[in-house]
């Protein structure tokens, strides 16, 4: 079922909001309806701490990410004294941040020229004769020697030496031909080195660049020193300032007036005397709150509230949808029917069991899935009990004759039947069992039927009948009787006419056949008062649903067909050829097993689903409700439950 | 014999044809179902049920099988 809730309207002087809003804060229990703007009241503005609030917010994310660093936060309560010292944090953090890209970029250009200028005395350039050559052209740069030489037949002087990944050349050409080589140069896409910027020597730019790494260094630890006294203070910082401005932006969701805020919102009914009694001691009784009517048409936040057995499988419901807050919470069916239909399906004690192993073992690694693994093991240890029903092992519904025999010598006797196998009769020992899903049949009506397929209509006409009858229930609570009557019975009262026909006519029962056929037009009556022509056309719709149950022995029936595929057709004639081939036929199981055990998750999950989101969920429910959201801290995760 | 043999080939036409028309529905189906979660994880609930809705094709191809066998057979 969903939490009870209670629409209030708190009404509150300006002077005392702050109060209000953290006091609602640390209750946690207050889902805020935003203000719509009702009795033409303004909505209100954010408390006068916002600003600077979200100035120091921004501060300590620059911080957070100039450190680099994931801590976990802590709520905690922080004081002017610490927003000064954030105040320092942030400009220390900064200061050394400018610093360092300064100090970077000058390491990056001494690097580059000292670099160029070992080059330039590799290729034993002297930086002053060569601004001094009257009769000499001298160029230096980066470029393609090759390309060069094949087009440059004036070359005097060429030498070259390999700088990086790039090839410094220099070369000297009468001053006449200068002009001739500039465009030839510019040709073969030489780079230009102005020689007169290299003047310092090699070792001074070496000394400078050492002096600059241990700057840089020095700057580096200062920064690290700087992280590890703060990191955590400012990661706390963080959580307190984003908790604060929620807080301080509260206001804008209410209605206000010159001297007073009107929030408006629902809060669970068990705690309203809680949290009435707890806003006026906060604010001496300078607060009212009164509780609103709430209409069928309002859009109430649902939390879902069941037992602890239960509640896992609230994701169930959550993955479908939300139910309305004034509808049944389908959850409890949901633990009834979900591991049933899976066990219907699965039906193999072996397999129940290492599908409860795999899930027990899920849940205790991975506890984010903690819900989704009670639910599968919920559903495996009813494939168990389904497994004893169908006298099914791991796909084995009988041992031969030998191992049947030597099982009764040690007091464990298995029933002796003859089955027709390969073509030919033969005598094995059965499990015991309640009903053969895969050779039993039922005689219905004169029409034998394979009885798992029986059985499975029946449980759809009872799961379908179900929902109707759980829609009649809502539609009672939300539109009266007569309607859920018309809407809900009919199709009720339309199947008993249906079967009421069915049996009059095949003289199970003394009854006339019109008797029947009245009660199936007075149904369609009903239907179309209640549902209108969609209650016409939607009636075959009714039947496909039953037949739909089906494949709570069709998906169990394909499982088993490929178990003893896996076991009669290609592990037992490895296993008779005895030798090495015995470790080929447990392979096979293995595998063969294995891939069976995830298509039997797999497939019943997803049919069980199914069987309830479109066969039932149908016939009552209709979604569509918004989330509890209490203003305050973080409410528990799935993974907690 | 030949009986048998036509009983069994119309049981599996009508189990594959429906099969093949529940496999042809849901790829439709099912491809315009990731498009839409992929841009909204939480519409899962609905994509699924959306593409399993023409199982109910196969379903009834079964429901046709046990007749044909039954009736025929």
């Known amino acids: ?641 | 014999m030949a009986e048998a043999g036509l009983i069994a080939v119309g049981a599996g036409l009508a189990f594959g044809a429906s099969a093949f028309a529940t496999a042809w529905a849901e790829s439709k189906i099912g491809v315009a179902a990731v498009g839409a979660m992929a841009e909204k994880e939480q519409l899962f609930g609905k994509g699924l049920i959306l593409t399993v809705i023409p199982e109910t094709l196969v379903i009834l191809g079964l429901v046709a099988v046990i007749l044909i066998i039954r009736l025929a057979g």
């Open chain 1, 1 to 641: 079922m969903s939490e009870a809730m209670t629409k209030i309207r708190i009404i509150t002087p300006h002077s005392v909001g702050v109060r209000v809003i953290d006091t609602l804060y640390n209750l946690s229990l207050f889902h805020v309806n935003p203000s719509n703007g009702e009795y033409n009241l303004g909505k209100g503005n954010p408390l006068a701490t916002a600003e600077s609030l979200s100035s120091s917010l921004l501060k300590a994310k620059a911080i957070l990410q100039e450190f680099g660093s994931e801590l976990l936060s802590h709520e905690r309560t922080f004081g002017k004294k610490e927003m000064n010292q954030l105040e320092t944090v942030h400009h220390d953090v900064f200061r050394l941040r400018e610093q360092e890209q300064t100090l970077t970029s000058q390491l990056q250009k001494a690097t580059e020229e000292h670099e160029i200028s070992s080059g330039l005395d590799a290729l034993g350039i002297d930086r002053t004769l060569v601004q001094k050559l009257h009769y000499v052209a001298c160029f230096v740069g980066f470029c393609a020697p090759e390309t060069l030489q094949s087009r440059l037949k004036v070359t005097h002087e060429f030498k070259q030496v390999p700088l990086g990944q790039k090839i410094l050349c220099a070369l000297f050409v009468q001053k006449k031909d200068e002009l001739l080589v500039r465009v030839v140069l510019q040709e073969t896409g030489w780079v230009q080195v102005a020689v007169e910027q290299y003047m310092t020597s090699t070792a001074q730019l070496k000394k400078q660049i050492t002096h600059l790494t241990t700057e840089l260094r020095a700057c580096e630890k200062e920064k690290e020193q700087l992280r590890k006294a703060h990191a955590q203070f400012i990661t706390d910082v963080e959580l307190y300032l984003d908790i604060e401005i929620k807080k301080a932006e509260l206001p804008l969701q209410f209605a206000t007036t010159a001297q007073s805020f009107v929030a408006t919102g629902f809060v669970p009914s068990r705690h309203l005397a809680r949290i009435t009694k707890t806003l006026e001691y906060a604010t001496r009784k300078r607060v009212t709150i009164e509780e609103l009517h709430v209409d069928h048409d309002e859009a109430v936040p649902v939390q879902l509230a069941n037992k602890k057995t239960v509640r896992s499988f609230e994701v169930l419901t959550k993955l479908y949808e939300l139910p309305s807050y004034f509808e049944a919470d389908p959850t409890s069916l949901l633990f009834i029917t979900f591991p049933l239909f899976f066990g219907i399906m699965l039906g193999d004690v072996g397999y129940g069991f290492v599908t409860l192993a795999l899930f027990l073992f899920l849940r205790k690694k991975k506890p984010d899935i903690k819900a989704w693994c009670n639910v599968l093991i919920y559903a495996s240890i009813v494939s168990i009990f389904f497994g004893f029903v169908y006298g099914e092992y791991f796909g084995f519904e009988s041992v031969s004759v030998e191992t049947g025999s030597a099982l009764c010598k040690r007091g464990l006797c298995l029933v002796k039947e003859i089955v027709e196998g390969h073509g030919a009769l033969e005598v094995v020992y059965t499990f015991p069992r309640l009903l053969n899903r895969v050779h039993g049949n039922v005689a219905i009506g004169g029409l034998e039927l394979p009885s798992i397929m029986a059985f499975s209509i029946f449980i759809g006409a009872l799961h379908v009948n179900l929902g109707l009858l759980i829609g009649f229930y809502n539609v009672w609570k939300a539109h009266g009787l007569k309607l859920a009557v018309l809407e809900k019975l009919s199709w009720i009262v339309l199947e008993i006419g249906l079967v009421v026909l069915v049996l009059g006519l095949s003289s199970v029962i003394p009854v006339h056949w019109i008797v029947g056929t009245l009660i199936m037009i007075v149904s369609v009556i009903g239907l179309c008062l209640g549902e209108g022509v969609k209650g016409l056309i939607e009636i075959p719709a009714l039947f496909s649903n039953m037949l739909s149950y089906m494949r709570l022995g069709a998906v169990g029936l394909a499982s088993v067909g490929l178990a003893v595929v896996v076991n009669e057709s290609l592990a037992l004639p490895m296993f008779e050829k005895g030798g090495f081939f015995i470790l080929g036929g447990m392979l096979i199981m293995l595998v063969g097993h294995g891939i069976n055990i995830a298509l039997g998750v797999i497939g019943p999950f997803l049919h069980s689903v199914r069987l309830h989101y479109v066969e039932c969920f149908s016939k009552f429910f209709h979604g569509g409700g918004i989330e509890y959201i209490p203003f305050g801290k973080k409410a528990q995760t799935e993974g907690e439950l």
